[in-house]
């Protein structure tokens, strides 16, 4: 007989947890449908009733229970403090009615208007709800319970504040059996190749590299991304490339755009295409993610792990592929002092916090299972990727920029005993491209700054470069930007709020006195004689970064060059 942990966390046909297979099934709908096309109710049975003809027999499938709201229907407020909470609700979001089981998002709020909600629920009842945990089920019946009014335990338990627990973890990181190579594929190539499949192009690491690809080889890139067509998928992955500056003459011929998603089954393609995919494409680099530090796991899921899953299945069909695919030292437990992690697979999830960094360790836990079963994958992990080290071109829609401009816009940063890896995005993915055209045999590799950066230091760059900051401790900085974004400031940590503990940021952002140590030997090996080196990120390459951000308009120039400028 079959254990939990047996179950296939990513086969929803073998799953037996029915709550977490209707959470599942919700988000998805809701990232991959319009909203009036996403089903209100979710029921699960251990199989479909069928006709003789195998059909399925509508008429024999169980009612509904008419005793139960629709899942994410309308349910009235049954207390006063639920009426009062759905009458604030209603006006800032301008709302007819509020069901006390209605998501806050799903009636039109935002990371902005949760910020005022807060501000609203203490005006109304004098208490400072717990974004966090209200983040966790954006509901009145939720808040009620953080409020402290409605008396029901299973309400007032913030329950797991880390989001996915441990064990959860370990039954999502089960591959689903089918995804192995299959036993007529031709095997696999390695090199030099004529056809590669890039996921995640449209963003700022997938920009850089598709320039290194195309630059190293003589490859034809298939790049996959949401679009209506082929023509516009390549039009959004050529407008990307030019964003960024590094767009070249003649690019276009050696590009060719998929109209996919790979956060859907058979990554969104017809049984035509897939199989044209499955035929053609000799590698793939897979590197399309959901980044955003502020969403639950089962919100993350379908691009970061269901799409892991759809490009190993791919990599197996009709022609063996090597995988490349980009993860993050995130994917490893927080641990306080100092920890060396080898390049090896990744240890128990115990200590992985926040839904992108959970994704993240499925991810990377599936890719070395998909290895052990003959898939030649290979596996990167870069820290927190920065701008580019020649022309300082950067990403704004990161963690640590948007913490950056945070800072600058609320005239104040705060001190903080953390460390991070640093790493310059074209570093990365000229080490990427290199080894994955090289046809080395499949590892896994640790990409890690020139060297470690305290918090503090990035703070000292950023005033010695003429940002007037003043510094507070941790508590005293973040009342500040609680209060400005309250009173309607713009802050770009607004979303990031939730993730602010009263004594200490949440461990998504980092942990305290948390030093590690990121082995990569076999990464300097595959490296060697290629001339391809990373540059600490010290206050020379940040004033790139800055000067680059106040060119965009994303900062503004520091007070001492505006005066110096006579404007």
Request: aromatic share 6%; with cysteine; hydrophobic share 40%.
């Amino acid at each position: 007989m079959s254990t939990p942990e047996a179950v296939l966390g990513n086969d929803p046909l073998a799953t037996s947890w029915e709550t977490a297979l209707r959470t599942d099934l919700r988000e998805f709908a809701r990232a991959s449908l319009p909203d009036a096309m996403v089903p209100t109710r979710f029921v699960v049975l251990p199989t479909l009733p069928t006709l003789a003809n195998g059909k399925v027999d509508r008429k024999n499938l169980p009612p509904l229970e008419d005793d139960r709201p629709p899942e994410g229907g309308y349910l009235a407020p049954r207390t006063t403090v639920e009426s009062r909470l759905a009458d604030v609700w209603a006006d800032m979001l301008d709302v007819r009615r509020v069901g006390v089981r209605t998501d806050f998002f799903d009636l039109g709020g935002n990371s902005l208007l949760v910020m005022r909600m807060a501000a609203g629920v203490r005006e109304t009842f004098d208490v400072r709800v717990d974004l966090r945990r209200f983040l966790e089920q954006p509901t009145i019946e939720r808040l009620a319970g953080l409020v402290g009014a409605t008396g029901d335990p299973a309400l007032t338990d913030g329950g797991d504040q880390r989001g996915v627990r441990a064990e959860e973890l370990r039954r999502e990181a089960v591959l689903p059996e089918d995804v192995r190579p299959d036993p007529d594929a031709i095997p696999a190539s390695y090199g030099p190749y004529t056809t590669i499949l890039v996921t995640g192009a449209t963003g700022y690491t997938g920009a850089y590299l598709v320039r290194e690809l195309l630059d190293r080889s003589d490859a034809e890139l298939l790049v996959l991304t949401r679009a209506d067509n082929a023509d516009n998928a390549l039009d959004r992955v050529c407008a990307n490339l030019e964003h960024y500056g590094i767009l070249r003459p003649g690019d276009k011929t050696r590009l060719r755009g998929i109209a996919g998603d790979v956060g859907r089954p058979y990554l969104g393609l017809g049984r035509t295409d897939y199989r044209a995919l499955a035929r053609d494409v000799e590698m793939i680099v897979h590197n399309a993610a959901d980044s955003r530090w502020t969403i639950p796991y089962h919100q993350a899921k379908p691009v970061n792990v269901l799409g892991t899953v759809e490009v190993l299945r791919l990599a197996c069909r009709g022609r063996i592929k090597p995988v490349h695919y980009v993860c993050s030292t995130g994917a490893f437990p927080g641990r306080p002092g100092e920890m060396t992690w080898s390049e090896d697979p990744l240890p128990d999830p115990e200590g992985v916090v926040g839904g992108y960094r959970q994704t993240k360790w499925v991810s990377d836990t599936l890719v070395h299972t998909a290895r052990e079963r003959g898939v030649p994958a290979s596996v990167y992990r870069p820290g927190a990727l920065t701008g580019a080290q020649d022309t300082g071109a950067c990403a704004t829609d990161t963690f640590i920029n948007h913490l950056i401009r945070g800072w600058i816009q609320l005239g104040a940063a705060m001190r903080y005993d953390f460390r991070l890896e640093l790493v310059p995005v074209d570093y990365c993915t000229k080490a990427v491209a290199h080894i994955a055209l090289s046809g080395a045999a499949p590892q896994t590799y640790h990409l890690p700054g020139a060297r470690s950066v305290d918090m503090d230091e990035i703070v000292d760059h950023i005033i010695a470069l003429g940002h007037p900051l003043r510094l507070l401790p941790y508590p005293q900085w973040r009342e500040e930007l609680i209060a400005a974004v309250e009173r309607g400031a713009d802050n770009e940590l607004a979303p990031y709020i939730p993730l602010f503990h009263p004594d200490r940021p949440a461990e998504e952002i980092g942990l305290a006195g948390s030093h590690p140590v990121f082995d990569n030997s076999r990464l300097t090996a595959a490296l060697a004689g290629s001339g391809i080196q990373a540059r600490p990120v010290d206050r020379e390459l940040m004033d790139l970064y800055l000067r680059y951000f106040v060119s965009i308009g994303y900062l503004p120039a520091p007070p001492a060059a505006v005066s110096s400028n006579g404007e």
